[in-house]
């Protein structure tokens, strides 16, 4: 069995879309002004926003089907912002499948040094943590709504399609 970690936020639930929105309405630019976003991130409701978060390409059934399979040991890798992102990501997984294991990582701390990497499965939707896995040992594969041209990952477009992918 191989070990696949699936990010959260851009793979399993739209939670971003929203979040950006609303630095958007502050004037927050989320790609300079990093402590003043991880402090909306904080604030926010996260139980409200899962749930109003769309499914991304049936991915928590997808989930389940890669569970079924009995290919690989599953977990949801995901980095949080607050005690409260984390308890409300827990509680939206929780049932999902009965062998999901959920891992909430701080956000100032790399994905790779919570697990390890070498040999394992991460699929993300960010291309720098994908980067980051690869260098460790591991196997990045990136999940976009989209088929993507000239990925420099393994593109996937549905969790489900990592059943075929890796034997």
């Not at 002004?33 to 409701?45: P, Y």
């Not at 999902?96 to 790779?112: N, Q, R």
């Not at 070498?118 to 196997?139: H, M, P, Q, R, T």
């Amino acid at each position: 069995m191989k070990n696949l970690y699936i990010d959260f936020d851009g793979v399993i639930l739209d939670t971003l879309p929203p979040v950006y929105k609303l630095a958007k309405q502050l004037n927050l630019d989320v790609k300079t002004q990093t402590k003043e976003v991880g402090m909306l991130f904080s604030k926010i409701d996260w139980e409200e926003l899962i749930e109003d978060s769309l499914d991304l390409n049936d991915s928590v059934n997808a989930i389940k089907k890669l569970s079924e399979s009995g290919k690989f040991n599953i977990s949801i890798l995901t980095h949080v912002n607050s005690l409260k992102e984390a308890k409300a990501k827990i509680k939206f997984l929780d049932g999902i499948t009965p062998d999901l294991t959920i891992i909430p990582v701080p956000k100032d701390i790399s994905k790779t040094k919570m697990t390890q990497t070498v040999g394992a499965i991460l699929v993300d939707d960010f291309s720098g943590n994908l980067k980051e896995w690869e260098e460790a040992g591991g196997i990045g594969v990136k999940f976009s709504k989209e088929k993507e041209n000239n990925c420099k990952f393994l593109n996937i477009t549905s969790l489900e399609e990592l059943i075929n992918m890796f034997d």
